[in-house]
Antibody, heavy 122, light 107 residues
Framework: QVQLVQSGTEVKKPGASVKVSCKAS????????ISWVRQAPGQGLEWMGW????????DYAQNLQGRVTMTTDISTSTAYMELRSLRSDDTAVYYC???????????????WGQGTLVTVSS | DIQMTQSPSSLSASVGDRVTISCQAS??????VNWYQQKPGEAPKLLIY???SLETGVPSRFSGGGSGTDFTFTISSLQPEDIATYYC?????????FGGGTKVEIK
């Protein structure tokens, strides 16, 4: 069965960086893409960006350009999301989600990871 | 960015009631809408894709409708396990955007 398993809770200070991992199993990794979505406490869902598991192409949300980098390691079927220069308003649960097309970021998020809580506090 | 305006933001209904949630897009997005269910402390779960298609394994009491700018999500007979927040999402254009969510509670 399809599974996306994310890394654990992180606590960071303002200005630091965080790197969240998302290990996929149960499907052919390079046939899909991965989107990252975050959810601030008590708030809605915000799309952060997408990476093709096939060729590493990326599309990032404009408000995160320059602070976010998404990568994949095909050998371990793992996607990564790094966010730099963290601020208090980056405190959120970060989700990875499988996208049904390795070429098009505009797709359905059909399977989700369990989420990773990132807290940014001094 | 395409804005997805979802209503109501919350509702309370009795077990067995028919529940309908609306989502309005700021421009024509054809049928490029999905609906997700999120229970407290859990990740979102895909229920409806392409506006009207039921995801495999999802109970048939859930359904979706609409096209263009106006979309609906319906629970035909509300069950206690349906307590959750529901989100619409468009995938016609980047950035992908979500509605603000509808919290469904049991009366």
């Amino acid at each position: 069965q399809v599974q996306l398993v994310q890394s654990g809770t992180e606590v960071k200070k303002p200005g630091a960086s965080v790197k969240v991992s998302c290990k996929a199993s149960g499907y052919t990794f390079i046939s899909y893409g991965i989107s990252w979505v975050r959810q601030a406490p008590g708030q809605g869902l915000e799309w952060m960006g997408w990476i093709s598991d096939y060729n590493g192409n990326t599309d990032y949300a404009q408000n995160l350009q320059g602070r976010v980098t998404m990568t994949t390691d095909i050998s371990t079927s793992t996607a990564y999301m790094e966010l730099r220069s963290l601020r208090s308003d980056d405190t959120a649960v970060y989700y990875c989600a499988r996208v049904g097309d390795s070429y098009d970021p505009k797709g359905t998020l059909d399977y989700w990871g369990q989420g990773t809580l990132v807290t940014v506090s001094s | 960015d395409i804005q997805m305006t979802q209503s109501p933001s919350s509702l309370s209904a009795s077990v067995g009631d028919r529940v309908t949630i609306s989502c309005q897009a700021s421009q024509d997005i054809s049928n490029y809408v999905n609906w997700y269910q999120q229970k407290p402390g859990e990740a979102p779960k895909l229920l409806i894709y392409d506006a009207t298609s039921l995801e495999t394994g999802v109970p048939s009491r859930f359904s979706g409708g609409g096209s263009g700018t106006d979309f609906t999500f319906t629970i035909s007979s509300l069950q206690p396990e349906d307590i959750a927040t529901y989100y619409c999402q468009q995938f016609d254009n980047l950035p992908l955007t979500f509605g603000g969510g509808t919290k469904v509670e049991i009366k």
